[in-house]
């Protein structure tokens, strides 16, 4: 094995003890959580949330819950899904995130398997899915609605829950000082892995797994108060732990999103400090800027090419640690004005700072963001790291990597190229699967993450790939398809890339065309096509996206390179099963859709 790298941390805490510091070192904040209501933003100021979860802690003692019982959210982000979970971890309860997205069955699965007692519904539809799986799930007592509205039988408001909980709260007049009494190697969530084959499995992260994630977190990321957007699922420990905990414990209100839609609108509104979010948005940013340059004619064309040539050119030398000269000092800040700076007023002109994780980033977007003044610190964990294992720190950025270790959290790389990681981050195990646990940890407490990596000398990771996601061709050849498709992503004509050929003679590309690009361009063509099924049946247009998509495949050695492409008609969807809920292609899944086309492609005479 090549070396271990990390630092010491102290002892863990908890997140209770996380959560009542908060309150009292940020209380005098305009506020810690703000939510649209009625068009306009709502805030709700640290004493309140104070009060707010105290109230739901005394309405979830009432029902009888005991230390260790399961509390299901399944919901969209807002302020009702934090004060539950902070009243869930002040009862010392377990909470049981899911995503709103899943069909009935799957909530079902996970709901019984859990063995939650309580579930609290964002909407009167996720109500629904769980109406019409109840019966199956025998240990649930309570279904909790956040919306007001009509009530179903069997259902409780959240807000007469509150009222409830208030009227109770004297009877806990020290319910502060026995949520302290938790411990960090209690349980404080269940969070079920979406995972790309099989059933999702449960992984218990301990008060000590995230809250020693949070600490070492910060003392990473200088966050000093300001605001941020909340928009990634909750339900997902990326978000719930840099989103949710670390931004409360750091003295950032957090502002939710009303929408995945109202996103780039309220970017505006709100003009966020920090963000956290997947590589995804930043690659629609990237490919929304190099469109309005390329669509705008010759000279502004001319003029986005040399001020990203610069702002490179710049960034070479600030990476390296070099002085540029007063030429390129002067020709970055003339680049700046004519071109960063417009693109920072259109994310709301205040950012310090983003972190970036869930899946690796381009590293010629994260060059293009950090030459332009928004820094995008991208990290890498895994839900069963509570999640954070590396990130890059805002003084020392390197492109392409995703950081050191924090503090405390130890990372090596097995002879076979997979990452382990070791630390106070590391899950106690999958709840009801000791067999898997085994798997996933071995006796020196290693976690396996199933990635393939490497680390540098300066102690930064780089991510290779997946280590079950590695192609093996017939001809013996290793390919890592991830940084591949990643090529592919900042093209405007191209949405979503999967490359497949294991065991196959060649490796081919599977193609989602970014429709809204495709249509305009066709159009500029007097191509004519019905619908978007049509329109990718025009050989012109398929000509065209795969031009394209051999434009990014030019340093590729040559059995790494796609030989053949697949133009399909539509995105990956969680409907259909093909992406996870963190929106992870599911590439089996993938395959078997379109195994057809798929035969028929390779049957075809190489190219």
Known sequence: MNGTTGRALGRPGTLTALFFAAIRRHRELPAALRSKVDGSWRAIRHDELLERVRHVHAGFRDLGLVPGDRVAILSENRPEWAITDYACLAARCVDVPVYPTLPAQQIAYILRDSGARVVCCSTAAQVEKVLEIRDAVPALEQVILFDEGPIRDGVRSFREFERHGAAAAPRWPDWEAEALEAEPDDLATLIYTSGTTGDPKGVMLTHGNIASNVV???DVLDLRGGECLSFLPLSHIFERMVGHYTMLHGGVTISYATSHETVAAELLEIRPTLL??????????????????TGGGALTRAIFEWARATGLKHLEYRLEGTP?????????????????????????????FCVSGGAPLNPDIARFFLAAGLPILEGYGLTETSPVITVNPLERIKPGTVGPPLPGVEIRIADDGEILCRGPNVMRGYFGKPEATAEAIDPDGWFHTGDIGEIDADGYLRITDRKKDLIVTAGGKNIAPQPIEA????????ANAVMLGDKRRFPIMLLVPNFERVRAWAVTEQIAAADDEALVEVPAVREKIEREARKSFRDLAQYETPKKFLVLPRDFTIASGELTPKMSVKRKVVEQHWQASIDALYAEEHP
Do not use: C, H
Request: net charge positive; proline share 5%.
């Open 324 to 352: 540029p000269s007063w030429a390129l000092r002067l020709g970055q800040r003339i680049a700046d004005l004519l071109v960063f700076s417009k693109l920072r007023a259109g994310m709301g002109g205040r950012f310090r």
């Open 276 to 293: 956290a979010s997947v590589p995804r948005l930043y690659e629609k940013i990237y490919a929304r800027v190099v469109e309005k340059a």
């Open 216 to 218: 070492a977190a910060l």
């Open 487 to 494: 090529l592919l992503k900042t093209n405007p004509f191209i």
